[in-house]
């Protein structure tokens, strides 16, 4: 993402909240992207956040921002599925579950650094 497109606005999350069932693919180092819409666009590069579930709140790690990218959903690729460790089909269809309808989105790039 280019720095003039950051918005600066708002302070950089320091929490991403992932369902549960993705846990441990993170863990494993299987999951290394997760897929966002607009609303949740803002992560920093280089930033430190905290994993915590979406369910329960509990926390299950750090993680370090690498990279936020906007993408089109129609151009969610079998690399992008191979990152979040699904195939294509099941990713679209994660992605639509959680955000119906929705075209513009952004691939946030992460490295797990801590198991809580
Ligand atoms: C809580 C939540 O929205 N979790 C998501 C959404 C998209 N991708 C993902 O890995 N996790």
Partial sequence: MKASSINTAEPAPTLMTFFTRFEADILAGKKTITIRDGSESNYLPGSTVTLATHESGRVFGQAKILTVTPILFSALSNL?????????????????????????????SFQHIVKA
């Fill in 80 to 108: 992008h599925a191979e990152q979040e460790n699904m195939s294509l089909d099941e990713l679209k269809q994660v992605i639509t579950d959680i955000y119906p309808s929705e075209q513009q989105l952004f691939v946030v």
